[in-house]
């Protein structure tokens, strides 16, 4: 199990492992909301050394999102920006083709601002359990990726998204992601005095927006790309802070 978890985070982010670790990248998506919460670790502890130094809010989240696009190497931001830009085409065929062109067009330079700008003006208006939503915010964008990947098809027969599909084990992997994410929930729960409805909210947050965006990917393209997978990722990720901002600013 331990070789998937590396291959995950090998392939997710830009982590340096060392090479002499074994690793496997057959069954990595079934790791990928593990990997979300080790994201979300991170970024957590880097917010609170910018808060001991004395920076702003405002600052602070700004270097948190622009730090999470570095750490996974901008992986599933490029899918939003390639998505975007085959969106913006009306013939299914032209938009495939659109999303392998190296070249941003403006729909995708329009999106990729709007996720980063969401994130920023989101997570700026959260003043507590940061750490905490940022595991669950990193931990649910990357179960609807696996979501995506369990239940609707892949459009392509090749591409880096296609081994995903490949070797997605439903319904093991899917489960697998949700309760990595419960557990990790009710641990948030016992440690923060009992607060059982902000938890049922969180999950129900995760759940919703996370099978609501792939639905609506899979609508717009009747099928997924590596790039939709990316999107499905970040989109995901931008909407859960949006509704976040509810329960959590200024507790």
Known sequence: MLKFLLGSITFYTIIPLPTSWEKSFQSIAAWSPVVGL???????????????????????????????????GGLHLDGVIDSADGMGLNDPQKRLMAMEDSSAGAFGVIAGVMVIFLKIVALSAITNYRLWILMVTYGWGRWAQVFSISFYPYLKKVGKG???????????????????????????????????????????????????????????FGGYTGDTYGAVVEWTESLILCVLVLNFSGQ
Not at 42 to 52: E, K, R, S, V
Not at 179 to 207: A, K, R, Y
């Open 38 to 72: 080790l994201i979300g670790i991170i970024l957590g502890i880097i917010d609170y050394i910018l808060t001991f130094i004395g920076f702003p809010i405002t600052v602070r989240s700004t270097l948190i999102v622009f730090l999470g696009i570095f750490i996974t």
């Open 162 to 220: 296609f081994f995903h599909k490949q070797y997605i084990n439903y319904p093991k992997d899917l489960l697998f992601g949700i309760l990595s994410l419960l557990i990790t929930n009710i641990l948030w729960i016992v440690f923060t005095s009992h607060q059982e409805l902000l938890g049922i909210i969180i999950v129900m947050t995760g759940i919703v927006i996370s099978i609501g965006v792939s639905s609506f990917f899979n609508k717009q």
